[in-house]
């Protein structure tokens, strides 16, 4: 299957991983996970998880939820009192189910203020990293629409740190990687020198030709798309919380449900149903088999990832290929899961 994708996709390489009971069930790639050092594709290969760091980061919440230090009707300021209030409060949950009106990336912001120059600064504080977006008006009332913002989890991440009274990283070291034996993940550091990680790139369609993807510096979204791991290391994420490792069960449960009231339209994607498809920060749906599951996708810096959680079986797979742009992976993580699913 794993040939198929990449020829399909056209990619330097392609890797997975599958976990059936906290198990490791399949590791294998095709290709190379770099074509300049041959260095070859694998299940532990580090990548940039790109829009999946939110789903660790929302963990991290609900950890905080069971300790009795963050509610998620709490309003932001609680927690970030430097950013400016609205014409309504924004809770923790709107943050967390793309509900707060907060925006996403732009496509026309120019080189001086936009997001892809400010890809490439280092913040070394939240406040910093909020100030070229905070001040924006949101897009609508908080909790009227549904609306994608990888921004707002940057004010999740204070969350996190305010309410632990810990950096964001080594909150997630402690509560969330360690206990999981997730030993390849960290932070998307800029500079910092990471043992097996791939390189991603970009098609030029124009020239039709591959090229290295730039080295962002992601200090500006660590916890909604700066984070780095494996497709083994995404496999004992969601092992460990089908398991009650990281949460318990009836967290797990609940942040694996529909969270969304059905007058909750989506603010600019018309096909797609928040009040059936967004639990808290993941996505969750319903096979054909009637088994429930919940996803994640992700791309960034040249690499596409999804990672998939049968968590009713137990049967997680996660599979990234390392060139922008290609199909998004989701069908692919679920034909693979569904080579180990029982009928």
Excluded at 302 to 329: C, E, K, M, R
Aim: charge should be neutral; proline fraction near 4%.
């Amino acid at each position: 299957m794993l040939a198929v994708l990449r020829e399909r996709y056209q990619a330097p390489g392609i890797a997975a991983a599958v976990f059936i009971n906290g198990r490791s069930a399949f590791r294998g790639g095709i290709g190379v996970a770099n074509l300049e050092t041959g260095m070859a594709q694998d299940g532990d290969t580090v990548f940039s998880i790109a829009s999946i760091s939110k789903t660790m980061t929302a963990v991290a919440i609900m950890q905080l939820v069971e300790a009795g230090r963050v509610r998620l009707d709490d309003e932001i300021q609680r927690y970030a009192p430097w950013f400016p209030r609205k014409q309504r409060p924004i809770t923790v949950f709107e943050l967390l189910t793309h509900t707060s009106g907060i925006r996403h990336y732009r496509d026309n912001e120019d080189s001086d203020s936009g997001q892809w120059m400010n890809a490439f600064r280092h913040y070394q504080t939240l406040e910093q990293a909020t100030r070229f977006w905070r001040n924006d008006p949101l897009l609508f009332v908080p909790g009227a629409f549904w609306s994608y913002s990888t921004y707002a989890f940057t004010l999740l991440q204070a969350v996190v740190e305010s309410a632990s009274a810990t950096p964001f990283e080594l909150y997630l070291l402690r509560h969330v990687w360690a206990p999981a034996s997730m030993t390849s993940t960290r932070l998307d550091v800029a500079g910092r020198i990471v043992p097996r990680r791939e390189q991603g790139y970009f098609w030029d369609d124009a020239r039709r030709h591959l090229e290295r993807s730039r080295d962002e510096d992601d200090s500006y979204k660590y916890a909604g798309g700066g984070i780095l791991s494996s497709d083994e290391d995404l496999c004992r994420f969601a092992s460990a919380l089908n398991a009650g490792v990281l949460l318990k069960r009836a967290t797990v449960a609940e942040m694996y449900r529909p969270q969304l009231a059905a007058s909750v339209r989506s603010f600019s994607e018309p096909d797609f149903v928040p009040s059936t498809g967004q639990a808290l920060t993941w996505d969750c749906g319903v096979d054909d088999q009637g088994r429930p599951y919940v996803e994640h996708g992700g791309d960034n810096k040249g690499t596409i990832s999804h990672v998939i959680n049968f968590w009713q079986q137990d049967v997680v797979a996660a599979v990234h290929t390392n060139v922008y742009p290609s199909p998004q992976l989701g069908r692919a993580a679920r034909n693979i899961a569904g080579l180990y699913l029982r009928s």
